[in-house]
């Protein structure tokens, strides 16, 4: 990070947003893994940040894709009509790939064409029968953290034009608030 953003940046802003957003030692991060998540300015961008209010959008996600009617919850509701069967209320207890059939609650084993899972990788890996050795090491190697997610709704309109802030300082328990009414 040093080399990249130099000894302000990084001290101030970089080291204290990547012990914030990934709980995790910047030593132990390869800028290739964060790259595509941080902006990486040139001189005359810092330069013209530091003296004006720039209104240079940056970073990965300053262009995305978010449904024009119905919120987020037009996602679900766009594949559920090719969906044939729903199980509410299950846990997939264990995947049989190779058949490709999936027991729930340890009661019954449907069949699948196609399997979504929102499980993380390592939970996933522990479900799935037949896992070679080498994929199993590597599961439980993968670093993650988990956060909490609380949404609000507050009854005043146009708060703001931005989709997201970040807080970084410490004063905050929160590390961002969104605006989900400016995705789309």
């Given at each position: 990070?040093?080399?990249?953003?130099?000894?302000?940046i990084?001290?101030?802003?970089?080291?204290?947003?990547?012990?914030?957003?990934?709980?995790i030692?910047?030593?132990k991060?390869?800028?290739?893994?964060?790259?595509?998540?941080?902006?990486?300015?040139?001189?005359?961008?810092?330069?013209?940040?530091?003296?004006?209010?720039?209104?240079?959008?940056?970073?990965?996600?300053?262009?995305?894709?978010?449904?024009?009617?119905?919120?987020?919850?037009?996602?679900?509701?766009?594949?559920?009509?090719?969906?044939k069967?729903?199980?509410?209320?299950?846990?997939?207890?264990?995947?049989?790939?190779?058949?490709?059939?999936?027991?729930?609650?340890?009661?019954?084993?449907?069949?699948?064409?196609?399997?979504?899972?929102t499980?993380?990788?390592?939970?996933?890996?522990?479900?799935?029968?037949?896992?070679?050795?080498?994929?199993?090491?590597a599961?439980?190697?993968?670093l993650?953290?988990?956060?909490?997610?609380?949404?609000?709704?507050?009854?005043?309109?146009?708060?703001?034009?931005?989709?997201?802030?970040?807080?970084y300082?410490?004063?905050?328990?929160?590390?961002?608030?969104s605006?989900?009414?400016?995705f789309?």
């Amino acid at each position: 990070m040093y080399q990249v953003f130099g000894k302000g940046i990084t001290d101030y802003l970089m080291v204290p947003y990547a012990y914030r957003i990934w709980t995790i030692n910047p030593e132990k991060m390869n800028y290739d893994w964060i790259k595509r998540r941080v902006p990486t300015p040139d001189i005359e961008e810092i330069i013209d940040g530091a003296i004006r209010d720039s209104s240079k959008e940056a970073g990965f996600n300053i262009e995305f894709w978010y449904p024009v009617k119905g919120g987020i919850h037009a996602l679900p509701n766009g594949f559920l009509n090719h969906i044939k069967i729903v199980n509410l209320n299950s846990e997939a207890k264990k995947i049989y790939l190779k058949k490709k059939k999936v027991e729930i609650n340890y009661e019954n084993k449907e069949s699948y064409d196609y399997l979504v899972s929102t499980l993380p990788l390592p939970e996933l890996i522990k479900i799935i029968d037949e896992v070679p050795p080498d994929v199993k090491k590597a599961a439980n190697n993968l670093l993650n953290n988990s956060i909490y997610c609380v949404n609000l709704g507050i009854d005043r309109p146009n708060i703001t034009d931005k989709h997201w802030m970040y807080f970084y300082e410490d004063d905050f328990v929160f590390h961002r608030i969104s605006f989900p009414m400016n995705f789309s």
